[in-house]
């Protein structure tokens, strides 16, 4: 069966016009994204947001705008279903509280875990559209660099 797998993403871009980024290992495989994920039966796309910051960042969030929509077919890297995302800037409500790496999959413990996951900051002007994993988040490192140009 096919269906519609509607995705809510955070875009988090701190003082030095930068993005937070999520290296995750699951399902066997590496992938660098935004934070975020699928929205659960039931849930608007703010409270999924707002869910998901909480599960991946112990983080709560404000959405202070839209920023994008998938305009576009991208079928899902992990099932049959086809992929909607839409993607919110965001503002924390308290200081961040992260561990923050400077390097790709720079996971903690000793690896074996299911789902593995870290976080750094990318600098705006210097994140490529190849840096990330997935066709719409690609898209949307091309919208934030039109945004957030070079100081």
């Not at 659960?40 to 999924?48: N, Q, R």
């Not at 839209?66 to 909607?84: E, L």
């Amino acid at each position: 069966m096919t269906y519609i797998n509607v995705r809510v993403y955070g875009l988090l871009i701190n003082e030095d016009n930068q993005v937070l980024l999520s290296d995750e290992r699951e399902y066997g495989m590496e992938f660098i994204k935004f934070p975020g994920g699928g929205l659960e039966y039931g849930e608007g796309l703010i409270d999924g947001l707002k869910r998901e910051f909480m599960e991946e960042c112990a983080m709560e969030i404000e959405v202070t705008s839209h920023f994008y929509t998938t305009d576009f077919f991208i079928k899902s890297a992990f099932n049959d279903s086809q992929i909607m995302s839409v993607y919110y800037l965001v503002k924390n409500f308290a200081p961040i509280n992260l561990t923050i790496k400077t390097r790709a999959f720079d996971f903690d413990g000793d690896g074996k875990a299911d789902i593995l996951q870290s976080f750094r900051w990318a600098d705006i002007d210097q994140l490529k559209p190849e840096d990330v994993t997935f066709p719409t988040d690609q898209r949307v490192v091309e919208l934030l660099r039109k945004q957030y140009p070079a100081k």
